[in-house]
């Protein structure tokens, strides 16, 4: 993000995986913890992925959803990429 989050409170995102027919507040975090969106801007910041096995694989039908926590009106310019191995 080239503009961090400037809340008082926590600004954060998480990456949920959802199964198929999962609403989107549904589904699990297939992150170890979140990314903080108040970090230092123009940094790039990893997030390990989650040490539940099952919550890091992906089957045919899942999809993920990117949740947000927290009031986001300052952040701008957010680049998201996730690696995926094949099984």
């Known amino acids: 993000h080239t503009t961090a989050g400037s ?15 999962q609403l989107l507040a549904d589904g699990v975090s297939v992150l170890s913890t ?22 890091r694989i992906l089957k045919r039908g899942d999809r993920l959803n990117l949740k947000s926590g927290g009031t986001l009106t300052a952040v701008a310019n957010m680049t998201l990429s996730i690696y995926y191995l094949p099984l």
């Open 34 to 55: 979140t990314f903080n969106l108040k970090s230092t801007a123009k940094t790039p910041v990893r997030v390990t992925a989650t040490t539940i096995k099952s919550d």
């Open 7 to 21: 809340d008082a409170g926590a600004v954060t995102l998480d990456v949920f995986k959802l199964t198929t027919g």
